[in-house]
């Protein structure tokens, strides 16, 4: 089982230190340029940088996968202005052949001599909307699970372009397309949240959400993640 999530090959990996500024909003998703290769350390990837470090980066999300075919939906969709590819949703990893229904919350994944583990999906906030020209594009990332996931470092290295991906150890039964309908479900759920929350390593984010959550007995409210400053 563990082999079929053996990808054969990385479509792109990319880098950006750049930022811009939209309406008095810093981002550096619109500036990410390929590389062949990936330095990766423990708490940054060289050459990377996050406008937002408080909603962005840190330990558990040092390097962003995002699946290359889900740029095809979306433009499928029309959820974009003009062509958009990777890596216009500032992801570092692109590949083809493996999305969120593969991938599970807590995966022990190898890519060249690089070992990572799975910590949440991409929790999606209206700097997609600006990006892609869409008003309601963060919202259709959330509702469709089309998001990619996060990595934390276990053993640092390079990734080379050349390089394949393998699950060495799966840790817990929850898939990051499951993990998102849970998280973003509209409906309050007890037993999902509790069952989140205890797999292992899930973002410490998404756990203290998850556990203030249980504790108020309510969800948050995502209008300005997903809108922004109106």
Excluded at 58 to 83: A, C, I, K, S
């Amino acid at each position: 089982m563990l082999k079929q999530l053996m990808v054969k090959r990385l479509s792109g990996l990319y880098v950006g230190e750049e930022f811009s500024e939209t309406s008095g909003i810093s981002s550096g998703i619109a500036n990410k340029r390929s590389s062949a290769s990936l330095i990766v350390e423990l708490d940054k990837v060289s050459g990377d940088r996050q406008a937002d470090p408080k909603h962005h980066g840190g330990l558990d999300r040092v390097l962003h996968h995002f699946p290359r075919e889900h740029y095809g939906q979306y433009r499928r969709w029309d959820m974009m202005t003009g062509f958009r590819d990777a890596p216009a949703m500032g992801e570092n990893i692109s590949s083809v052949g493996l999305d969120e229904t593969q991938v599970n919350i807590g995966d022990i994944i190898t890519i060249g001599e690089v070992e990572l583990q799975v910590t949440q999906p991409r929790s999606p906030c209206f700097k997609l909307n600006t990006q892609f020209g869409h008003k309601e594009f963060a919202l259709a990332m959330q509702t469709s699970g089309l998001c990619g996931w996060f990595y934390r470092v276990l053993e640092p290295g390079v990734i080379n372009l050349s390089d394949s991906i393998s699950l060495k150890e799966r840790r817990t039964d929850i898939s990051v397309r499951q993990a998102m309908a849970l998280y973003f479900s509209t409906e309050f759920d007890e037993q999902g949240y509790e069952r989140l929350a205890s797999c292992e390593g899930l973002a410490a984010s998404w756990v203290n959400s998850l556990q203030r959550r249980l504790e108020r007995k309510k969800i948050e409210d995502w209008q300005m993640r997903l809108i922004g400053p109106v």
